[in-house]
């Protein structure tokens, strides 16, 4: 079953592998990652709204990019999968799907967040 059930799912082997890693300070790198997505994601839901509401197609792809290889990392199957949609879109310009995904992506990191006990 994969940490976090139904709701936020992340790749159980991706996290065991990255827990049998060492991180910085004595610690594992599924701590470190998931450090890293808490002090980020607020700068990155920021840029990614700030960006969707200027209709900026090339900063909306630069950050959903970015977002899309940190989901990885974690694990995060699903919110990978819908940075890569708004990645996808955004690069089309197709607006409307971009705001339905962000919709979505913010709704999959609060859930995160709130399954690692982190806030957002």
């Not at 998931?34 to 969707?52: G, I, K, Q």
């Not at 970015?66 to 955004?90: F, P």
Request: net charge negative; glycine share 6%.
């Amino acid at each position: 079953m994969a940490l976090g059930g139904s709701s936020a799912i992340l790749d159980d082997e991706i996290v065991r592998q990255l827990k049998a890693l060492p991180g910085s300070r004595k610690r594992n790198l599924f701590e470190d990652v998931t450090e890293m997505f808490d002090r980020d994601s607020p700068a990155n839901v920021d840029a990614l709204e700030r960006a969707l509401e200027r209709e900026d197609d090339r900063e909306l792809t630069f950050v959903a990019h970015r977002l899309v290889g940190t989901c990885g990392t974690l694990g995060d199957l699903e919110m990978q999968s819908l940075a890569l949609g708004l990645e996808r879109e955004a690069s089309s310009s197709q607006w409307n799907n971009c705001r339905e995904i962000m919709d979505k992506l913010i709704l999959a990191m609060s859930r995160l967040t709130e399954r690692l006990g982190i806030p957002i």
